[in-house]
């Protein structure tokens, strides 16, 4: 895993197609939104890493045209490769350090930590009620 996947081409090759071209600049200075929070995206998740390596993998052949059926680049092949070994269960706890690098370089406002709702909030207040209904189930109260 030394080096496997960290290259700094792979991730200015993700915030072209994810963020936006100028967002590979220390200042972006996009005007519009980009791909990632167009659909909601807060996080790279593992097919984002392997889409991108092969988009990378691609434009670094001499091949003129992206296809499946490619047998000189394979690039179907070589996408599902990748997400193989993401999605490995013995390889889990490299591929969450992975992803945690990943996303601080990606999007800077990323926490790995789990956010908690607040005491107030609607989330927290079913969560609440939940409990106290299992609570009351397990009693036979219910």
Request: proline share 3%.
């Amino acid at each position: 895993w030394n080096g496997l996947l960290h290259s700094g081409l792979l991730v200015s090759a993700f915030k072209h197609i994810f963020t936006s071209p100028s967002s590979v600049d220390q200042e972006p200075k996009a005007m519009r939104s980009g791909n990632a929070r167009i659909h909601g995206m807060r996080a790279v998740t593992k097919a984002s890493i392997a889409y991108v390596a092969t988009q990378a993998h691609f434009g670094l052949t001499s091949t003129q045209v992206f296809s499946r059926t490619d047998h000189v680049t394979d690039s179907e092949r070589f996408y599902n490769s990748i997400l193989d070994l993401l999605d490995d269960d013995n390889e889990k706890d490299k591929v969450d350090q992975l992803l945690t690098l990943w996303n601080r370089q990606v999007f800077p406002l990323y926490s790995d930590i789990e956010r908690l709702p607040s005491k107030n909030s609607a989330l927290a207040r079913i969560r609440q009620k939940r409990a106290e209904y299992k609570e009351r189930q397990e009693n036979g109260t219910a």
